[in-house]
Every structure is written in structure tokens, then in C-alpha cells.
């Protein structure tokens, strides 16, 4: 069973990649977190809960199944179930962080057309306060559709008994432009819709693309 929880802590900026996640096999890095105790926030009997390595906002974390499973694409009905398990695992972690933050707004879900192997599912708060947080596509990936919530997932699945992903239907919405996820301002450069996020939206973390490039490769 499960071990006691705490509460999640907010994601750490500062944090560094461990030597054992670079180099070649960096889409198999999520399969080599779930075994490193720094990485990993807990887990139970289906899945581990990953702090997310480049979090795009103050609380970032990744939902895993220990199951070999690389993508919504291979799921089938029969994984409905596990799928129901990991929504509660998110709902859960969520209903933490709200004992201290309950005015945080979140959303869990997956990305349409992932970039790492092992299906996952995000978790993540809604400020996308973080300096980590510097492209348009790193905007887009959790504000657009293709940020597919985990609830349309598991519908889905139930009543098609598959999923489709329409490629390049997906990756066109990445080059959109940016909409602001509380007030809907539209921006065409992550530079004005960060400095928005800052005076519109109280966010403390500024535009800096040197210093987030320098701590990040995702
Ligand atoms: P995606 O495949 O686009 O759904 O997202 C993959 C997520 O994994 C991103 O949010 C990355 O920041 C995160 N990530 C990449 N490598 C690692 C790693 N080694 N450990 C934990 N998180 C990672």
C-alpha cells in the first residue's frame, strides 16, 4: 500500500540533472528517475510520483505507471482501470497542496504528443511561475489542447477503446500564439506574456532566457 503522504513541497529551481539523466538515452530519463530517490515525491503498488526535473510551474510533478506503457496510444480499455488510479493519485497530491495553498488552481493531464517514453501524466499548478518556463512552446504544450486532461483520457478510452493522436494536428498548435490562461490577453513573444504574468498576474519570476537555458535543456 501506499506510505503516508506530506504534504508536496513546490518545485525546486534550482535543481540540477543528476549525471544518470543525460547523455543518449535522455526520452528513457523518466524510466531511470522512478529508481532514484531523488527524484522520486512517493509511490504505491501502480505508480511513482516524479518531481518533474524542469518544472514549468511552482508545483510540477509527474504521475508514472510501473507498467510498461509508452504513450495514450497503446492504451487499450483494459487500462481504464489504472488510468481511474492514477487521476486519484493526482487528485490526491492536489487535495495536499490545497491544505496549505487552497486558493491554487490546477490542472492534470498529458501531452498529445509527448517528448519522453513511459506514459505520464502531469500535475501542475496553474501560476506557470517559473524561469524554467521560456518558450512559446513551453506555454503552449500546457495551454492549448494539447494538454489533453486526464478525465478526457479516460473517456475517451471508454468510449472509443482507443486513442488517435493526430500528429500533426497537435504539433501546429504549438506555433499559436500565447494566450493568457487567466485573462486571455493574447501575446505572439513569451517575453511580453511573462512580463504580463509579473504585473498583471503578481508572478515573481521575470523573462530570462540566458539564465534558464543555462540551468535547463527541456
Ligand atoms: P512530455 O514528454 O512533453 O509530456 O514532458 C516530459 C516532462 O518530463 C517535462 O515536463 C520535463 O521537464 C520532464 N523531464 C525530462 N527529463 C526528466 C527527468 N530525467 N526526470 C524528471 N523529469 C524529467
Known sequence: MARAHR???PSDFGIQPSRSHQGDNWQDGLITAMSDTTQ????????????????????HYLVV????INSVEELSRDKIALLEHIHQ????????VHQKEPALKFRFGYHAVPSMRRLHLHIISQ??????LYKQHHWNIFNTEYFIESQIVIDTLRDAGSI?????KYESLLGLRMKCNRCG???NDIRGLKDHLVQEHGNSWNYSASAARRQSRC
Open 89 to 96: 493519485v493526482a487528485a490526491d497530491f492536489i487535495s495536499r
Open 65 to 68: 505507471p510501473k507498467e510498461d
Open 185 to 187: 490577453k493574447k501575446y
Open 164 to 168: 488517435e493522436i493526430e500528429k500533426d
Open 7 to 9: 504534504i508536496p513541497p
Open 40 to 59: 522520486v515525491y512517493q509511490s504505491d503498488e501502480l505508480t511513482v510520483t516524479l518531481i518533474d526535473m524542469f518544472p514549468k510551474a511552482r508545483y
Open 127 to 132: 501560476d506557470f511561475d517559473s524561469p524554467r
